[in-house]
């Protein structure tokens, strides 16, 4: 949006340097200084400081003093070591709210990433119970930034690995076999998931009067492993109803997927690869036959004994640990799907899980290594504590859902213009809005902050929060329906500059600076901070000035232009987070 405004400002501070120094400069950094009076534009004169033999102040005031008149500039002022900028009201409001409106839906849209083939593997349930809290910020993390980087130019697929073996699956399918007396999610009028998660927790209940439940679910894993029939058949069935049950809550969630991968299809993987290290040298076996990999010091330090630390790959027994699979499963990817990156959306407690597996993938020398990333995220607490499933203490993904959805559905009744809505429309809404309450309310912490989820504060309607924007976004959609205009040629911007105005377009104009950082470090709170600051500077406007009711033409049409611009971006930013907008609220 700002790029052509940027290569203006270069091209005339260019000149300045050249009138002041005898230099030429090009390719200045421009930011947004820390208050709007200051201008909206600065540059900083540190770096220039060795070359030029002066004080970074001096620099700045000989810069500002060589500044006459510009098409573009207004003003340019000396401020200690900045140079401060303040472009002219019709260039600026002009050129961002034309640039808008002509981008529509594509604006901040560039193709910095267009070569870039990026997976985004999130969500990775485990089907032995039901999707909690913690998958929901792995889902909206996992979403939106897929989104923002395809909005960058990559092309994005996006993967879940669904942890669909082992003891833990074992565990519910036991218990049900001992307790279930053939009931069926059907029979119980329960979500598959839920239903199995039932006999998860009910597991870990008998476990405490019957030890040996252990080593019998260990027992049905090795004939799952042998090919049992009966086993097989009956994790088939249990399977089936949780992946039922999980597509039910990605369909509420708007979470999606072009590539499913299985555990249960990839667990034998990596042996032949760390086999492979062994025979090359990269991996050694030990005196017990297991095969490990000695870490780097530099990197991984040494153990309390000063030894340096190894990772096991094979054990004595000849069966593989978690991260052999994890090595051909990574290998697998890249080659199916010719990528230059992977993303694991994984949470924080894996962080050096993931240090170890991409070091393993570089020492075999597989120079994608380097292109594996794991976007780790904190830790979503209940006011009680850490979550932990197998006592059925947690946050149910889809209870959470239906109690934001009921608690939304009384923020909206209490609007009296509401009240006349029919049970479809009020249950639209409110999905909606808990939706966006949700989403919001966990992308706006930067991904490794721990956070406690509050549930009414992210339904409030003032303040940051999912809700607000969505409000602001039908306010400024609600003041376009009632203007009734629709030739809006000829407008001179000049008649706008207001400080809200001013505010509302330096604001509007820092969103596609905001998205391009959200995608280089993969942080929508870097976007969710723009969306926000957006919604916030289009109240303060709608509350100091008038919009519809106003004599001057022009002036009207001026800032109905300024108020769709803030709405097409704001429906933009919260596009990108995965959120749905509705135009009344």
């Keep these: 949006m700002i790029n052509k405004l940027k290569n203006q400002i270069n091209?005339?501070?260019?000149?300045?340097?050249?009138?002041?120094?005898?230099?030429?400069?090009?390719?200045?950094?421009?930011?947004?200084p820390p208050d709007l009076a200051l201008g909206d534009f600065s540059v900083e004169c540190f770096s220039l400081s060795k070359e030029l033999k002066l004080a970074p102040a001096q620099i700045a005031e000989k810069v500002a003093n060589a500044f006459s008149n510009d098409e573009l500039i207004e003003g340019l002022v000396a401020t200690g070591p900045y140079?401060?900028?303040?472009l002219k009201n019709e260039t600026l409001f002009s050129d961002v709210i034309n640039n808008v409106l002509v981008s529509g839906q594509q604006i901040g849209d560039v193709t910095t990433n267009n070569n870039e083939r990026v997976m985004i593997e999130y969500m990775s349930p485990n089907t032995n119970k039901p999707l909690h809290l913690g998958h929901l910020r792995n889902g909206a993390l996992g979403m939106a930034v897929?989104?923002?980087?395809?909005?960058?130019?990559?092309e994005v697929i996006k993967a879940n690995l669904v942890n669909d073996r082992g003891v833990h699956i074992c565990k519910s399918m036991?218990?049900?076999?001992?307790?279930?007396?053939?009931?069926?999610?059907?029979?119980?009028?329960?979500?598959?998931?839920?239903?199995?998660?039932?006999?998860?927790?009910?597991?870990?209940?008998?476990?405490?009067?019957?030890?040996?439940?252990?080593?019998?679910?260990?027992?049905?894993?090795?004939?799952?492993?042998?090919?049992?029939?009966?086993?097989?058949?009956?994790?088939?069935?249990?399977?089936?109803?949780?992946?039922?049950?999980?597509?039910?809550?990605?369909?509420t969630l708007n979470f999606d997927f072009d590539k499913e991968y299985f555990e249960s299809n990839t667990y034998k993987l990596g042996k032949k690869m760390v086999e492979d290290g062994v025979s090359?040298?990269?991996?050694?076996?030990?005196?017990?036959?297991?095969?490990?990999?000695?870490?780097?010091?530099?990197?991984?330090?040494?153990?309390?004994?000063?030894?340096?630390?190894?990772?096991?790959?094979?054990?004595?027994?000849g069966t593989s640990v978690y991260i052999t699979q994890?090595?051909?499963?990574?290998?697998?990817?890249?080659?199916?799907?010719n990528l230059t990156e992977s993303v694991y959306v994984v949470g924080s407690e894996q962080e050096y899980h993931f240090k170890v597996l991409f070091k393993l993938l570089e020492m075999l020398g597989f120079s994608w290594a380097k292109k594996c990333f794991h976007l780790s995220y904190g830790m979503v607490y209940l006011p009680d504590g850490k979550m932990k499933s197998r006592e059925g203490k947690v946050i149910d993904a889809d209870e959470l859902v239906a109690e934001m959805r009921g608690l939304a559905k009384e923020e909206i009744m209490k609007r009296e213009a509401n009240n006349d809505l029919d049970e479809d429309e009020l249950n639209n809404r409110a999905n909606i809005v808990a939706d966006a309450a949700i989403k919001y309310y966990l992308l706006q912490f930067v991904s490794k902050q721990d956070i406690h989820f509050d549930p009414k504060a992210s339904l409030s309607f003032e303040g940051n929060t999912g809700p607000y924007c969505l409000y602001t976004y039908a306010r400024a959609k609600s003041i376009l329906a009632k203007s009734g205009i629709d030739d809006?040629?000829?407008?001179?911007?000049?008649?706008?500059?207001?400080?809200?105005?001013?505010?509302?377009?330096?604001?509007?104009?820092?969103?596609?600076?905001?998205?391009?950082k959200a995608a280089e470090e993969m942080?929508?709170?870097?976007?969710?901070?723009?969306?926000?600051?957006?919604?916030?500077?289009?109240?303060?406007?709608?509350?100091?000035?008038?919009?519809?009711?106003?004599?001057?033409?022009?002036?009207?049409?001026?800032?109905?232009?300024?108020?769709?611009?803030?709405?097409?971006?704001?429906?933009?930013g919260l596009n990108l987070l995965n959120i749905q907008v509705i135009e009344k609220m």
Excluded at 83 to 86: G, P, T, V
Excluded at 495 to 506: H, M, Q, S, W
């Design 11 to 32: 091209t005339t501070l260019s000149e300045l340097f050249d009138r002041a120094f005898g230099i030429k400069k090009d390719n200045f950094t421009l930011s947004f």
């Design 488 to 516: 809006f040629s000829e407008i001179d911007f000049s008649v706008l500059g207001t400080i809200e105005e001013r505010v509302l377009i330096n604001s509007l104009m820092n969103f596609d600076v905001s998205l391009q």
């Design 280 to 317: 090359r040298g990269i991996f050694s076996r030990a005196e017990n036959g297991s095969i490990v990999a000695t870490l780097p010091e530099d990197e991984f330090g040494v153990e309390k004994d000063g030894a340096l630390k190894k990772t096991t790959l094979i054990r004595a027994d």
């Design 523 to 572: 942080s929508p709170a870097k976007l969710v901070a723009a969306v926000y600051e957006i919604a916030r500077a289009f109240n303060q406007f709608y509350h100091a000035q008038q919009v519809l009711n106003i004599d001057d033409f022009n002036l009207k049409k001026a800032r109905l232009q300024l108020v769709e611009a803030a709405s097409i971006v704001i429906q933009k």
């Design 174 to 251: 036991l218990a049900w076999l001992k307790w279930g007396e053939n009931s069926t999610p059907e029979s119980w009028k329960m979500k598959g998931d839920h239903f199995v998660g039932h006999w998860y927790v009910k597991f870990a209940q008998e476990l405490d009067n019957d030890p040996s439940l252990d080593a019998q679910a260990q027992e049905m894993l090795q004939k799952w492993e042998a090919g049992d029939p009966e086993v097989i058949d009956l994790w088939k069935k249990m399977n089936g109803w949780v992946l039922g049950g999980f597509s039910e809550t990605y369909k």
């Design 326 to 337: 994890d090595l051909e499963t990574a290998k697998l990817k890249f080659d199916e799907n």
């Design 146 to 154: 897929a989104n923002i980087l395809q909005s960058s130019g990559a």
């Design 83 to 86: 140079i401060n900028i303040k």
